[in-house]
């Protein structure tokens, strides 16, 4: 599996997350990010976390990651799921998540996609392979 994200410009500076990666074996995670800010500085960087996509952020002290201009690192990540965020000045990375898989993907729950027009929509196969999308509230 790879993750890749891709970031977009906020208040015309550029701050995007470009790589993660869990080092398994002593459970760090890797964040390499970019940032084009006029007069960047560490101190305004802050790292939030969460368990599950419904949990809230929980911002880490600095004493609990390191951080350099383009690397943030974080040890002792041994919960079941993860979820990262990067904070500059108050404001939050706006970026685009893309998990690409291969070989097989089994979704035994639910699939749901966010539409062109910002609603959502659950996607089933019914009998015969045919697809259909019905509005939900997530």
């Known amino acids: 599996m ?4 891709h970031g ?8 995007a997350i470009t790589s993660f ?7 760090t995670v890797y964040l390499t ?3 084009d ?7 305004n960087l802050a790292v939030k976390t969460k368990s599950n996509l419904n949990g809230e952020w929980v911002t880490l002290t600095s004493s609990e990651y390191t951080a350099t201009s ?11 799921n993860n979820f990262y965020q990067l904070v500059y000045d108050g404001q939050s990375v706006t970026s685009v998540l893309e ?8 979704i035994e729950d639910a699939l749901i996609l966010k539409g062109t027009d910002s ?11 045919t697809i259909s999308a019905t509005e939900v509230t997530p």
């Open 2 to 5: 790879t993750v890749a994200f």
């Open 8 to 15: 977009i410009s906020t208040n015309a500076s550029s701050f």
């Open 21 to 27: 990666v869990y080092d398994y074996e002593d459970s």
């Open 33 to 35: 990010y970019t940032i």
């Open 37 to 43: 800010a006029d007069n960047f500085n560490l101190a």
């Open 70 to 80: 383009s690397t943030v690192v974080i040890p002792n990540q041994t919960g079941n």
């Open 99 to 106: 998990v690409r898989f291969r070989g097989n993907v089994v």
């Open 119 to 129: 609603k959502f929509y659950q996607i089933t196969v019914g009998s015969g392979g």
